[in-house]
């Protein structure tokens, strides 16, 4: 069952220079205790959507469409509702906990203003009993709970971070980059805490990166983004099978090879299109090998394909 409805939804950034469009009519559902992966190039809209279905989004954005979550649309919310549902059914972890942590807070508070917001009769035992489980379970010493942020390694601060996201049991977590800005064995050392973490709450996890390895570990669906569009959706298994979409196709290719005759990262020609002035038709056609005149002239439908979407001319009726 759908836990979180994407309808049509639109973002623009208003900037002195004209209008950003960043999310440009997404369509998706992100299922009960299901983890989804979004993956596309920096610039594709990612930290966009994940942002929104916080209500995070920045003053400068505009948003049209719905964001359905427990039959409520959050953009509909008033901030007060909003403020009940966030930290609490939705958390979101970011690429940098350094951002999103208090450096003059000790940690025990960050989890207690969080009870404080939620549940203003708590007592001070139950806060610390809530929060030393969560601290366990992504494998840090409660008695760390008095330390300050800089008293951690980067890696423990991911930690951290998620212990607080997962603390009151959240029905999704968004994670923005979770690993981005730690070293490989520390990448795997969080990777592994998620996937744990999965096994073991009830809850859907809506992993943003621009890594494929990372996402067929942890995800069982993908949606693919360029450009502010869902250019495909599937299973991760189907995905990596047989990719649809020429962009998806190039993506897969981009993953360093294990063999050691071919460690070389493969380039994506071109770059993303100004998404202030997106390319007429599909907004993928300049980059693409099997683009034809249809293609640079009308938005290609998204056509559905046994459970999979791909928003695509090859697929589409015209020729
Ligand atoms: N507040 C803002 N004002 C104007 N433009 C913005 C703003 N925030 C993001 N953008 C632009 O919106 C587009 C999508 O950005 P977004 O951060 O969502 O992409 P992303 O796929 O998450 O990239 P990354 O992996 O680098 O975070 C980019 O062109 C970005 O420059």
């Known amino acids: 069952m759908a836990l979180v409805e994407i309808k049509d939804l639109r973002i623009e950034y208003q900037t002195r220079s004209g209008n950003l469009s960043a999310v440009a009519g997404l369509n998706l559902n992100i299922n009960e205790q299901e983890s989804l992966g979004i993956v596309g190039e920096s610039g594709c809209g990612k930290s966009t959507l994940g942002t929104a279905i916080m209500k ?116 999704l977590l968004i994670a923005d980059e979770p690993t981005t800005s730690l070293d490989v064995v520390v990448q795997e050392q969080i990777m592994q ?42 299973t991760v298994l189907e995905l990596y099978n047989k990719p649809l979409h020429p962009y998806t196709q190039l993506l897969l290719e981009s993953i360093p090879n294990v063999k050691i005759d071919d460690m070389e990262l493969k380039h994506i020609p071109g770059s993303l299109p100004d998404l202030k002035n997106p390319p007429k038709g599909c907004r993928f056609h300049p980059r693409c090998p099997f683009a034809k005149d249809i293609c640079k002239k009308e938005e290609p439908p998204t056509v559905e394909i046994e459970n999979r979407k791909v928003k695509c001319w090859l697929y589409g009726d015209k020729t």
Not at 106 to 133: G, N
Not at 219 to 227: G, Q, R, S, T
Request: glycine fraction near 6%; charged fraction near 25%.
């Open 56 to 171: 995070l989004s920045p003053q400068n954005a505009k948003l049209t469409g719905q964001i359905i979550f427990e039959g409520k649309d959050i953009l509909k919310l008033k901030s007060e509702d909003v403020r009940k549902i966030r930290g609490k059914d939705i958390s979101m972890i970011f690429q940098d906990p350094m951002t999103s942590l208090n450096p003059i807070m000790r940690i025990r508070d960050h989890f207690f203003e969080l009870f404080k917001v939620h549940y203003p009769k708590m007592t001070k035992e139950e806060m610390i009993k809530i929060a030393s489980e969560a601290l366990l379970s992504v494998g840090v010493d409660p008695s760390r709970l008095d330390n300050y942020p800089f008293e951690f390694s980067g890696g423990m601060r991911q930690r951290v971070m998620i212990a607080i996201a997962i603390c009151l049991k959240p029905k």
């Open 193 to 234: 805490v998620l996937k744990n973490l999965k096994k073991t709450k009830n809850m859907s996890i809506m992993l943003i990166t621009h890594d494929m390895g990372i996402v067929a570990e942890l995800a069982e669906k993908v949606a693919v983004m360029y450009a502010g569009w869902m250019v495909e959706y599937s």
